[in-house]
């Protein structure tokens, strides 16, 4: 199976698209031959939309099996669609940092967070996602979400991570955290990467050894 993907024609995956073990969202307008190979490599329900009317759908929207927290700004008739997946809450994070995938890093167990966050948000991500919320940093990166990728099996972050954010990672997630780099030397695993339980689909300037990284980390092999 292809393990390399674009979503137009961009192989910053992560920015334009989401995935929990339920569902992938993407953008409207994404092919069906993308649409197919989300569907395949991680066994999941994708779903077109649009978040606050943006395509960057990926750095908007944050979620995992139980729910999704969503940049305030998100129009009522996506948040309805969101609803429409099934038993999920859809919840606005109350702050003016809208970027949610930007800042947010989560699985199904726990999440870390931009330090800045302030606590009506942390409890809102902690109620919505139904996790142990942390703040935290990846290679004194705040914006955690572009900085690493989470599943239920591991945690793959940027290459700069400090042994005291390892620690702290550990210790929330509770999984083996490794480091890598997508998309030919970058370090933002976030931004590159879609990732869950079933497989994983990185952007299409990934090398060889990335690849194999990824799959080390998060127990593809």
Not at 29 to 37: D, I
Not at 54 to 80: H, I, M, Q
Not at 185 to 209: E, H, K, M, V
């Amino acid at each position: 199976m292809d393990r390399k993907l674009t979503i137009g024609s961009s192989p910053v995956l992560g920015v334009f698209a989401t995935v929990t073990d339920d569902v992938a969202l993407v953008p409207i307008g994404t092919s069906r031959v993308a649409t197919e190979q989300i569907e395949d490599a991680l066994r999941v329900r994708v779903m077109q939309t649009a978040i606050a009317g943006s395509f960057v759908v990926g750095s908007l929207v944050c979620g995992n099996c139980s729910g999704f927290v969503v940049s305030k700004y998100v129009y009522a008739e996506e948040t309805r669609a969101l609803q429409e997946l099934g038993d999920v809450n859809v919840q606005v994070i109350p702050d003016v940092m809208t970027a949610v995938g930007n800042i947010v890093l989560a699985n199904d167990t726990a999440a870390v967070v931009h330090p800045g966050l302030p606590d009506r948000a942390v409890k809102a991500v902690a109620d919505t996602l139904q996790v142990d919320v942390r703040r935290a940093t990846i290679a004194g990166l705040r914006t955690v979400g572009m900085a690493g990728v989470a599943t239920n099996k591991g945690v793959l972050v940027h290459p700069g991570v400090s042994d005291s954010e390892v620690d702290v990672l550990e210790d929330v997630f509770d999984l083996p955290v490794d480091i890598g780099t997508v998309n030919f030397g970058s370090p933002l695993i976030g931004s590159g990467l879609l990732a869950n339980s079933a497989g994983y689909l990185a952007g299409a300037d990934t090398t060889g050894p990335e690849l194999g990284r990824i799959e080390d980390a998060l127990g593809f092999i």
